[in-house]
Every structure is written in C-alpha cells, then in structure tokens.
C-alpha cells in the first residue's frame, strides 16, 4: 500500500513540474494595422492543448491517462474549425485523425470518434441548429454524422457518390448542408431532414459559377454562400439558393492576389477573409472584393503562420485560423468602432 502511495505521489510530483516547465509566458499584444494607422485585427490566444484554452486536469486524471498509456493532448496537422453557441472549439485534425473538442464551460476536453467509427483524412466540419455534427472524410469519400457532441456516430452519406468531400457548410436558410467535393468541382446539396441528396452548384469550368477544384465554404450570416475556387484563384459568391452573384480574385504574388487560397470566412460587417497557404497570411476585403488589409506573414511567433488553412468566425467576431505546420489555431479579434473606443 505504501508503495503504492509514493508511485501515486510521484506521478503527482512529476505531473505538476511538468505543468509549470510547459507554463507559457503572457501572451503578446500584437495589432494590425499597426501605428498610425486604426487597428482593426487583435491576436488574442494561440491554442495547441486544452490548457491554452484554460482546460485544465486534475493529477488524478493526468496519472489515469499515464496509466492508460495516453498520449497528451495536443494537435498535430489542424484543418476544419468552427466554435458553437456553447463555445466549445471544434478542429478537425488530418494526421490523429480525429476531432478534438475543446468544451471550456465544462472544463472538458475530447476528441471524437470513439469505438467503431474511424476517419481516413477528415478535412472540415460543420453543425446544424439540432446539435448534428457533420465531418468531411475527403479520403474515405464520404461525410460522417455524428451526435452528441460527436461522442455518438449517427450516420455517413455520399458513399460511392462523393469523390473528395471537403469543405461543409450548413445553409439553415434553405434546410441545406452542403458538402464541396474538390475533384467533382461541384457543391453538393443534401436536405438536413433525412439527409438526401438534393441537387447541385456548378461544374468544371472557369466562367462565373464554375468551379476549378473548389476547397472551402462559408455562410455569412445574411445568408450569401462563399466558395474558395482555388484553381481558377478566386473567391466566389452565391445566394442562399445558389445563384451567383459576384467573384473576385486572381493569380499573382502581390496583396489582393492569391496563390493558395484555402479557408474563406465573414466577419459581421460583411469583410471577407480569405487564408493563403503559401503566401502564409489572412487577406481582409471589403463585401465588393477590394483588398482592405492583411495580417500574419511566415513563421512560428504568434501572428505569424505555417501553411495556414481553415478559418471560421463566430458572432462575436472572433477570427479562428488553423495554422496546420505550427500546430495551433489561432485567434484573433476584428476590432469594431465600439472595440476601437476601449482600445484606446
């Protein structure tokens, strides 16, 4: 018994060294653009573990995972990330592959999936009002749905359909998700209720509402449909229903071009987002498609991105990008004229 106190305690001892060895120190304050000119994006945190997002275990849970032979918590090769109405932070990872769940409220973190259900190389996630989960397995050519905060598989849709499922959106104006399949260049549409296929937008092409390997999706929250249309370097934008609207972009090597775009995203003010992978930044444009500014830049510091790829943001303008090389997502904050006001 006493043995097995002093290994308990031990393992106590060697859990909390740990955790002060791997302490970060204060997080820098880091604006763009910088001075004179009016700041509009803030870095705000840099999460690769559960404690970056203030979850925290006890040293009872950190022995039963040593003796579980668990390995720590931490990601690897982000994608797909998204927070919901609970914020819990979603993120798909290619190389666990898995998705980890990171539930601050709770002060619980997971990852999914979890028994018999497995992914190959899932890309990009998204949720719909009742709670469903749907994550892009681009090698396995299907969508996974899953329930419970992923702890319960439900179902997969496209099975010999879907060639390379990548990025999803749910459309809650139309009761749509809709699932980008890069080699089809094709967005296709499948009713939530029941999940059956429904139709298309586009086909392979370079004219206005065709696509040349099309990667990711956005909603705003007016309900405009954004698409990376990363072959043809652009981005375009449709109605709820799909029809097009407008596109903007081109190849090139200088600010307002793209090279490798990726994630695409809308703040509440209608600025788009765009993530290029190699020119290793987030480019802002206004709804018209003019460039406004960009922020990042190549390297490891915080602000600074590795291939960089997915990109969601939420109500309160939180600007979440997946910095797939540096293994981390970071999160920044779009500054609105009252933000301004406490900023200064």
């Keep these: 018994m006493l043995t097995v106190l002093i290994i308990i305690t031990?393992?106590?001892?060697?859990?909390?060294?740990?955790?002060?060895?791997?302490?970060r120190g204060p997080l820098p304050d880091i604006i763009w653009p910088n001075p004179?000119?009016?700041?509009?994006?803030?870095?705000?945190?840099?999460?690769?573990?559960?404690?970056?997002?203030?979850?925290?275990?006890?040293?009872f849970d950190k022995i039963f995972r040593f003796l579980k032979g668990e390995k720590p918590a931490?990601?690897?090769?982000?994608?797909?990330?998204?927070?919901?109405?609970?914020?819990?932070?979603f993120v798909v990872d290619t190389s666990c592959p898995c998705v980890h769940v990171f539930d601050v409220e709770n002060n619980v973190y997971y990852?999914?999936?979890?028994g018999d259900t497995s992914f190959l190389s899932p890309i990009d996630i998204a949720l719909d009002s009742e709670g469903m989960i749907?994550?892009?397995?681009?090698?396995?050519?299907?969508?996974?749905?899953?329930?419970?905060?992923?702890?319960?598989f439900v179902k997969e849709i496209g099975?010999?359909?879907?060639?390379?499922?990548?990025?999803?959106?749910?459309?809650n104006v139309t009761g749509e998700l809709l699932v980008v399949d890069t080699v089809m260049s094709q967005i296709l549409k499948y009713n939530l209720e029941g999940l059956r296929f429904k139709g298309d937008i586009g086909s392979v092409g370079s004219i206005n509402g065709m696509f040349h390997y099309p990667t990711n999706i956005f909603l705003s929250k007016d309900g405009k449909i954004f698409v990376t249309d990363s072959l043809n370097f652009r981005i375009q934008i449709f109605t709820s229903e799909g029809t097009?609207?407008?596109?903007?972009?081109?190849?090139?090597?200088?600010?307002?071009?793209?090279?490798?775009?990726?994630?695409?995203a809308v703040d509440s003010?209608?600025?788009?987002?765009?993530?290029?992978?190699?020119?290793?930044?987030?480019?802002?444009?206004?709804?018209?498609g003019r460039l406004l500014m960009d922020f990042g830049g190549t390297g490891s510091e915080y602000g600074k991105f590795w291939l960089p790829t997915g990109i969601f943001i939420d109500e309160r303008d939180r600007i979440y990008v997946s910095d797939a090389y540096n293994k981390r997502v970071q999160v920044f904050q779009y500054m609105k004229s009252e933000e301004l006001i406490q900023f200064e």
């Design 36 to 59: 004179p000119d009016i700041p509009r994006i803030r870095f705000v945190n840099s999460i690769s573990r559960p404690k970056d997002y203030n979850i925290r275990k006890s040293g």
């Design 269 to 288: 003010d209608g600025n788009i987002y765009v993530v290029d992978a190699l020119f290793d930044n987030v480019q802002m444009f206004n709804s018209e």
């Design 10 to 23: 031990v393992f106590m001892l060697h859990g909390c060294f740990k955790e002060i060895v791997e302490k």
């Design 134 to 152: 749907y994550v892009s397995d681009s090698k396995d050519g299907v969508v996974k749905v899953f329930n419970n905060g992923g702890k319960e």
């Design 159 to 171: 099975r010999s359909f879907l060639v390379r499922p990548t990025g999803l959106v749910v459309n």
């Design 74 to 89: 931490s990601l690897i090769n982000p994608y797909g990330v998204l927070t919901d109405h609970k914020d819990r932070l």
């Design 111 to 114: 990852t999914f999936p979890d």
């Design 244 to 264: 097009f609207i407008r596109a903007f972009g081109q190849a090139g090597d200088r600010p307002g071009y793209f090279s490798r775009p990726r994630g695409v």
